[in-house]
């Protein structure tokens, strides 16, 4: 693992840890931190990390918070508060 790897790690779970504290500003400043050096580094994002962000405002999403989930036709539908939806294949 690269040192770009651990630090987009490390903040993945920083973001995590601060959107279940409530905090969406930070968890907001750490999501945008990570995608900032994947992209730097033309790294991918963690898959989890991926999903629960949103591509539009960098929204930590929390279901039930400031995100709702649903299911559509095989496929998970996450829509931000924002407004942006996010449509994955359900597993
Ligand atoms: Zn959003």
Redesign the pocket.
Known sequence: MTVAQERIERLAGLASDAAADCNDDRAREYVRLAKRIAERNRLSLPHQFKRFT?D??D?YLRPGKNARVRLQGGHVVIT???G?QARYPYE
């Open positions: 949103c539009s405002c929204s931000c508060d924002c942006t």
